[in-house]
């Protein structure tokens, strides 16, 4: 079965400061990774996705996530933290099963960027 | 383009009453889920369709009834409600089942049962 982990409930960065929120993962087979941000009584809204190519992805907002297969890790990372970015973060896995995919969320960080 | 749509945005349910949460959504997507989000338990997924016609379960399907009569429409059904199901539903949407497309979701309905 797929997993996601993040370790961390919260984060808090420093206004201009870079950021990075963690995730791992467990799936079978390839995985398909992506970045969920959600801001107070809003919907999910994909942040990036990791299909397959290039390891580090780059996303919207000036985010970006580096894919390690050996490490099962697809870390977001922002070079300067804004206020603005203070939300909750999920990183989720989706794995095509044939019969419908799944996407599987990690328990989400809640990013605080203080001033 | 509306995107997803889901009603209500809030409700309260006594324990034992039923009611149905709507999901529609005029992008054609062929692919409709329900999840819900509880705190420190992320998104967990209740049922999922592939297309009108087919639905299948998810990760926490008991206490849930859905049907999928057309592409656009996804409702999800509590049969008698519990303090236990009182959280934040989401409906989320997608093309296709396909591995390289993203989900698009809904902004949410906050159900409080008591």
């Known amino acids: 079965a797929q997993s996601v982990a993040q370790p961390e409930d919260q984060v808090n960065v420093a206004e201009g400061n870079p950021l990075t929120v963690k995730c791992t993962y467990s799936?079978?087979?390839?995985?398909?990774l992506f970045w969920y941000v959600q801001y107070p009584n809003r919907g999910l809204q994909v942040l990036l996705k990791y299909i397959t190519g290039d390891n580090l992805v780059k996303g919207s907002y000036g985010f970006e996530a580096e894919f390690n297969k050996s490490q099962t890790s697809f870390h977001l990372k922002k070079p300067s933290a804004l206020v603005s970015d203070s939300a909750l973060y999920f990183c989720a896995v989706r794995e095509f099963t044939g019969g419908g995919n799944k996407l599987t969320f990690g328990t989400g960080t809640q990013l605080k960027v203080e001033l | 383009n509306a995107g997803v749509t889901q009603t209500p945005k809030f409700q309260v349910l006594k324990t034992g009453q039923s009611m149905t949460l709507q999901c529609a959504q005029d992008?054609?997507?062929?692919?409709m889920s329900w999840y819900r989000q509880d705190p420190g338990m992320g998104l967990r997924l209740i049922h999922y369709?592939?297309?009108?016609?087919?639905?299948d379960q998810g990760e926490v399907p008991n206490g849930y009834n859905v049907s999928r009569s057309t592409t656009e429409d996804f409702p999800l059904r509590l049969l008698s409600a519990a303090p236990s199901q009182t959280s934040v539903y989401f409906c989320?949407?997608?093309?296709?089942?396909?591995?390289?497309?993203?989900?698009?979701f809904g902004s949410g309905t906050r159900l409080t049962v008591v």
């Open positions: 992008m054609n997507h062929e692919y």
């Open positions: 369709s592939v297309g009108a016609g087919i639905t």
């Open positions: 989320a949407s997608s093309y296709s089942y396909r591995e390289d497309y993203g989900y698009t």
């Open positions: 799936v079978s087979g390839n995985p398909y």
